[in-house]
């Protein structure tokens, strides 16, 4: 039952405001849904590899055991009818994938929850960031805001004011550390644990320091969410003041990984001053406020182009992200300059926190303000 493929995400029925996030909304609807020996299908992870777009259009594959084989095309519908029948849903896509009823994860990927096939200790297994103080996420509604960018001169801004700052990067997929850092071969092991990079006084952290860079990644959700967990959890990243964790651009399983992790302090929502970049913010900061992950504040990226003569141009629109920030009740953490050289710079792997440029002074003031919101 698809939806019109222009209805809002959130919206207004029967005098009840939906304002709980699709993805989290469609997870929900999916987990009604029982397999032939009664668990349901989300819990028991039979779903993978589910988004749910800013259009409504939803995808998930349904994997399939062996011994319900013959009940997949009933399973799939069933799952394919629960969830186009969320508000807001505009089209579902859904293939089933058959497996054998116990199946072996490949040697060299350690199963879901050890992509990396690492041999751990029960302490090693136990240990969750627990000298870590705090976790902050940084997060964008969409990609190309330089959402990763800011997260890494973040990072190096409170290095370099005296805090052990970590940085994980969480975007699987396309990781962009080693570029940002200047980075690059691959992480040592030690004591069953992965060791971290260093770089500009931050420990770096990414799955670009754990596989080919030529290799691409097939795998589907439950691999990218163990990956993310191993990222955190199997990393020697030994006493930090603060963690910046890079997520990947949108709201996705890895950020509900995140958040069911329950270390997050914080999330920190990077925009561009744009009306498409800040319906994207509203989702997000809705994601995590339903989660009950405290929203540090909203920053506003690439706010304007300073010419050589001291003139202001805003080339995205001025103010959009300190306008939605107040319009959702979330502290507004200030606005960024675009600076050409910044994107040199990142290209470089020489972040300009770290440099004698104005762009150090900016992250200096915001890592100063995110500090003050997390008693940092």
Request: proline content about 7%; cysteine-free; charged content about 20%.
């Amino acid at each position: 039952m698809a939806r019109n493929a222009r209805a809002p995400l959130f919206q207004e029925k029967q005098g009840l405001k939906l304002t709980e996030p699709l993805l989290i909304r469609v997870r929900n609807a999916l987990s009604a849904v029982k397999r032939p020996d009664g668990r349901d299908i989300v819990t028991s992870g039979a779903v993978q590899a589910l988004t749910a777009e800013p259009d409504g259009r939803v995808r998930f594959a349904l994997e399939i055991s062996g011994d319900e084989q013959r009940a997949a095309e009933t399973l799939l519908a069933a799952a394919k009818q629960a969830a186009g029948g969320v508000d807001g849903v505009a089209s579902v896509s859904a293939v089933a994938t058959a497996h054998s009823a116990s199946p072996k994860p490949p040697q060299s990927r350690g199963g879901h929850d050890n992509p990396f096939g690492l041999k751990r200790t029960p302490e090693v297994q136990a240990d969750a960031l627990g000298d870590v103080k705090a976790v902050i996420a940084v997060a964008s509604g969409k990609g190309g805001v330089g959402k990763s960018t800011v997260a890494a001169n973040l990072a190096v801004a409170f290095a370099r004011a005296g805090h052990r700052t970590g940085f994980l990067d969480g975007d699987i997929y396309g990781p962009s550390a080693p570029t940002l850092f200047g980075v690059s071969g691959k992480a040592a092991m030690a004591d069953s644990k992965i060791q971290p990079m260093d770089a500009h006084g931050v420990s770096v952290m990414s799955i670009g320091f754990l596989v080919d860079p030529e290799q691409a990644l097939a795998w589907r959700g439950p691999m990218v969410t163990g990956a993310l967990r191993q990222l955190m959890r199997d990393v020697a990243w030994g006493p930090l003041d603060v963690l910046i964790i890079d997520t990947p651009p949108g709201t996705g399983d890895a950020h509900l990984s995140l958040i069911q992790s329950k270390r997050l302090s914080g999330a920190v929502i990077v925009s561009t001053p744009q009306e498409m970049a800040l319906a994207d913010v509203r989702r997000g900061v809705e994601l995590f406020r339903k989660t009950n992950v405290p929203i540090i504040g909203v920053v506003e990226n690439m706010a304007w182009l300073e010419t050589p003569d001291g003139e202001r141009n805003y080339l995205f629109g001025e103010g959009g992200a300190e306008k939605a920030a107040a319009a959702l009740g979330a502290p507004f953490l200030g606005a960024l300059p675009l600076y050409p050289d910044l994107r040199v710079a990142s290209d470089a792997g020489e972040p300009l926190a770290a440099d004698d440029h104005p762009a150090a002074d900016d992250f200096a003031a915001l890592a100063k303000k995110i500090g003050a919101a997390i008693g940092s």
